[in-house]
């Protein structure tokens, strides 16, 4: 500060004074900014090293980044190839194990055909109901596959394979013996083999007709005739034989059927050899009844009747109709009688009672003592009164649905038959045919 005359107060040690501290900042200064600087200056340095190291780093990176690219596109490449080679084989084992699944199903339907078959009654013929009877020549030393093979020539089996299998399986292989046998076109397997293993016919054989709607006696009497066996023979092995089949286990032995097995002796020719038994002709017509039987009546019965008692209307329907159209109607009034509980009145049935051919029947006939008379007795006979053929029996199983309750004969010499439904119907053509006869 100066006074008014210009001259300055500070005395001339405080000017020194200030000037050595102004001279003392600026040294002190100057170390620091040079330090300041230096300090400035390594920074900087070491930025530029350090943005040196990144840039060399970066460059070193791009570097490599081509060949960790090449790397990762490599395994990527390999995880795709892996994940298509694994899905390639999920393919090829899902494949085969459909494949697999398919041939296993396969071969169990196959198999459950195959053992279903055999399971199944075979009646592997021409399909016919009643058959066509087949002469066949087993030679001697003819084996199962031998057999089979003849048989399949003869259409009497469609299979040689199963014919031979079921031979096998059920003890029949190697038993079969040589010689000639008639069999059917309608037999199955069983019954064949049951056939052969008996042994054929000899070399010498002719050919028996028994007609239909023939009598146990009839028939003994014409093989007698034919000098085949005696009549005494025959009725007593219809009587007294064994024999084993199914149709017979239920057979009424009432001691007041004349024969046994009358109605089921079948009519047919038969091939028979010098020196046949009884007991191998019946066999022979219990075989072929058997065989009518399976085709056509086991699977139709009902519980409204029997076997016995439908071969009975059967033995009626054979012995008093000969127009076959009119067989199922007959059979239907039968039927339509025995439902209404009224006696049937069949002539038939009188004159197989009376062990009679005549030609009419006369009143006092009708009171014959007899369980066969139906004249007398209510409902069927005690038995067939005949053994009645394939149509007879198809009737008596399957008759027509009708309302008839009578019927009589047209006329004289005439064989077809007038059906009514009332009684006065009845009388008006009684008593046209009695016109018939003047």
């Known amino acids: 500060m100066e006074d008014r005359e210009g001259n300055n107060q500070f005395g001339n040690d405080e000017k020194e004074r200030y000037l050595r ?16 600087q230096k300090s400035q200056a390594r920074q900087g340095q070491q930025g530029q090293r350090k943005q040196q190291k990144q ?23 390999a995880e795709i190839r892996r994940k298509k080679q694994k899905k390639k084989k999920r393919r090829k084992k899902l494949f085969s194990t459909f494949l697999l699944i398919f041939v296993c199903f ?20 021409v399909g016919l109901d009643t058959g066509e009877d087949v002469s066949v020549t087993i030679p001697e030393g003819a084996t199962t596959s031998n057999i089979a093979e003849i048989l399949k020539e003869k259409n009497l089996i469609k299979s040689s394979f199963r014919f031979k299998l079921e031979s096998k399986l ?13 069999l059917n076109t309608s037999m199955t397997h069983q019954q064949i083999m049951e056939l052969l293993q008996k042994g054929g016919e000899a070399e010498e054989n002719y050919q028996f007709l028994i007609p239909e709607g023939f009598t146990v006696e009839k028939i003994a009497q014409k093989l007698q005739e034919s000098e085949i066996m005696s009549a005494e023979e025959f009725i007593n092995e219809v009587n007294t034989g064994e024999f084993d089949y199914e149709f017979l286990k239920d057979l009424p032995t009432s001691s007041d059927r ?17 020196g046949v038994t009884a007991h191998e002709l019946i066999d022979k017509m ?18 409204d009747f029997t076997l016995d008692e439908i071969v009975t209307m059967a033995s009626i329907i054979e012995a008093e109709i000969q127009v076959p159209e009119e067989r199922a109607r007959a059979a239907g009034v039968i039927r339509n009688r025995l439902k209404q509980n009224m006696k049937l009145q069949m002539d038939a049935t009188v004159l197989y009672a009376q062990n009679s051919t005549k030609e009419r029947v006369m009143e006092s006939d009708l009171e014959y003592d007899s369980p066969y008379n139906t004249y007398q007795v209510d409902g069927l006979p005690v038995g067939p009164i005949s053994n009645p053929g394939a149509a007879a029996l198809e009737a008596a199983i399957h008759p027509e649905d009708n309302n ?31 016109a018939s006869r003047e």
């Not at 840039?55 to 490449?77: A, D, L, S, V, Y």
């Not at 004349?258 to 010098?274: C, I, M, Q, S, V």
């Not at 009518?292 to 519980?303: C, F, G, P, R, V």
Request: glycine share 6%.
């Open 55 to 77: 840039q060399t780093k970066q460059q070193m990176q791009q570097k490599r980044m081509p060949e960790k690219q090449h790397q990762q596109e490599g395994r990527r490449n």
């Open 21 to 36: 501290e102004i001279f003392s900042e600026q040294q002190n200064t100057t170390p620091r900014t040079e330090r300041r």
């Open 404 to 434: 008839y309750i009578y019927y009589v004969v047209e006329a004289y010499g005439k064989s077809n038959h007038i059906f009514t439904e009332t009684y006065e119907e009845f009388l008006q053509a009684k008593e046209n045919y009695f």
């Open 286 to 303: 219990l075989q072929r009844f058997e065989i009518e039987y399976n085709n056509s009546i086991k699977d139709a019965l009902t519980s």
């Open 258 to 274: 004349k024969y046994k097995l009358e109605g089921y002796l079948f009519p047919a020719t038969y091939t028979l050899y010098d």
């Open 106 to 125: 396969g071969l169990c339907i196959g198999a459950f055909q195959f053992f279903r078959s055999l399971m199944m009654p075979s009646n592997p013929g």
């Open 170 to 182: 059920n003890d029949y292989d190697g038993t079969f013996k040589k010689g000639i046998y008639t």
